[in-house]
Every structure is written in C-alpha cells, then in structure tokens.
C-alpha cells in the first residue's frame, strides 16, 4: 500500500523569501512517516527541487497535454520533470473554470504526466448548486470517468475530491459526506482498475484542510490524505497538517 499524502498547492502563491518554508519543513521532518508533497508555483519549482528538502517532493500544478510546440505560456510534463518534479496536479477545479478545462482535457494531460514519468493527482469535485441539487456522486463519478484514463495504477495515480465550495472559504463537508463521496470514488476505482490498484490508489479530501480540523478529516475512511491550498504556505500551518496525518498513520 502506498503511504498516506500531504500535497501543498501553493497556486499563484510565492517568491523566492518563501522557499524558507520548505526548508523548515525539510527540518521538522527529516524522515516523514507519510508522504509530503509541495506543488509551487512554476517560477519556484527548480529552486524548490534543488534545496535541501529531504523528503519533501516537489510538483507542477498543471502541465499541457503536449510534449512540446507553439503554446506560448504553457509548460510540458517533460519541463515539470526536468525541473526536478515527481508529481502533477490535474484537473484543480480553478483550471476547470478560469480555463475552461473539460474532463477530456484532464485525462490528456493526466496521460502526458504519465509519460513523463510524473505521478498525478487528479481533482475531481462538485460545485455548491450541484451539491444543493443532489447531484454530488454523479458529477464526481462523471468527473472520475472522464478525467482519469484507463491504465491508471496506485503509483502513477493520486485522487483528489475537492468539493468546490470548500475551497479557500473555510467551509467543509461534514465527515458523513466527505465519507460517503470517498466511498463511492474507492467502489468506482474498484470496479475499473481492481481491487490492487483501484483499492490502494490514494483519495486525497480537499478544501480548507487546517491544522485544527486535520485529524478527524483524516479519521474518515478512505481518506488517505489533503490536498492543501492556503495552510499549505507556512511551515507552521502544513507541519501541523503533516503531523495530524503522521498521527492517523499511527
Ligand atoms: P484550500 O485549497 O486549502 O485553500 O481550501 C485547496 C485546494 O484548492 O487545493
């Protein structure tokens, strides 16, 4: 079984005074017993890779579906990787809406992180008229269908359900619903990929992840980790993050 994950998206956050984060946090934990994972923005990610960080791997957060070409402004999996990358975010809900990003899109740069070699971690989550209207499991097993392509496996692979509506507002799902959606992403991974790959993939929660509500995020089953946006920018914050999933780990 691969180990749990804590992933930091710093999205359009970051200059270079923020790599001390990184190094305080390769300090507080020289030897993690969970999996830690910081995805800067593009600008810091060779800095980032090159410091001394321990165990701490480094990822792009979005990656275009090509290897190479006329794409003014956009990076490949093969420059993430060269940059020192190991992971890949796909399919983050705010590339669904500022970019207009489909489930097709996300598979095909979900299959282009793969050929890089890069693991990654594809966001899949319902927005808050969705939820009000009843259709959560659907949209997610619609997203999940789509956005994750056939082949996928418990290492090249991460999971992220990131309700839309919990994202950098402070709101969360209850445990009953982050569990039950957890539950229905594991029996879709099950039945497509079996119960090896689809039954150890990795299903990171989302969506205001703080130090404070960490570890009973954590005690839900099938929840094998977070997906952290704001509480991922300072080591204080994310450590906190890192030792409440280290705890769940036991
Ligand atoms: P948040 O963002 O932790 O700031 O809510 C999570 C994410 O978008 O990955």
Same mark, same amino acid.
């Given at each position: ?6 992933? $930091? ?10 790599? /001390? ?10 030897? #993690?017993?969970?999996?830690? %994972? ?6 810091? %990610? ?5 410091? #001394? ?6 990822? +792009? ?33 705010? @590339? ?10 996300? /598979? ?6 793969? @050929?890089?070699?890069?693991? =990654? ?11 009000? =209207?009843?259709?959560?499991? +659907?949209?997610?097993?619609?997203? %999940?269908?789509?956005?994750? #392509?056939?082949? /996928? ?37 099950? =039945? @497509? ?8 993939? @990795?299903?990171?929660?989302? +969506? ?31 450590? +906190? ?8 780990? $036991?």
């Amino acid at each position: 079984m691969p180990r749990k994950l804590a992933a $930091g998206n710093w999205k359009m956050n970051g200059l270079a005074a923020s790599l /001390a984060e990184v190094e305080t946090l390769a300090e507080r934990f020289a030897t #993690p017993s969970c999996d830690v %994972l910081i995805c800067p923005p593009a600008t810091l %990610l060779s800095r980032m890779a090159d410091l #001394p960080r321990g165990a701490i791997e480094v990822g +792009g957060q979005d990656c275009h579906a090509n290897p190479s070409g006329a794409h003014t402004g956009d990076l490949s999996a093969d420059m993430l990787a060269d940059a020192g990358a190991t992971h890949v975010i796909t399919g983050h809900s705010e @590339r669904r809406a500022d970019h207009g990003e489909t489930d097709a899109d996300v /598979a095909a740069k979900t299959e282009a992180g793969w @050929r890089a070699g890069l693991t =990654a971690v594809v966001c899949l989550g319902e927005t808050l008229a969705e939820r009000e =209207a009843g259709q959560t499991l +659907g949209v997610v097993g619609r997203q %999940l269908a789509g956005s994750v #392509p056939d082949g /996928a496996t418990t290492a090249k692979c991460v999971i992220a359900y990131e309700p839309v509506w919990a994202i950098g507002t402070g709101l969360v799902p209850t445990l009953d619903q982050i569990g039950e959606v957890h539950s229905s992403i594991r029996s879709a991974l099950v =039945a @497509r990929f079996g119960e090896t790959e689809g039954g150890g993939m @990795r299903i990171l929660y989302g +969506g205001s992840v703080k130090p404070s509500n960490a570890t009973e995020i954590f005690g839900v089953a099938d929840v094998d980790g977070a997906l952290v946006g704001g509480a991922s920018l300072k080591a204080d914050d994310f450590g +906190g993050i890192i030792s409440a999933l280290e705890a769940s780990v $036991g």
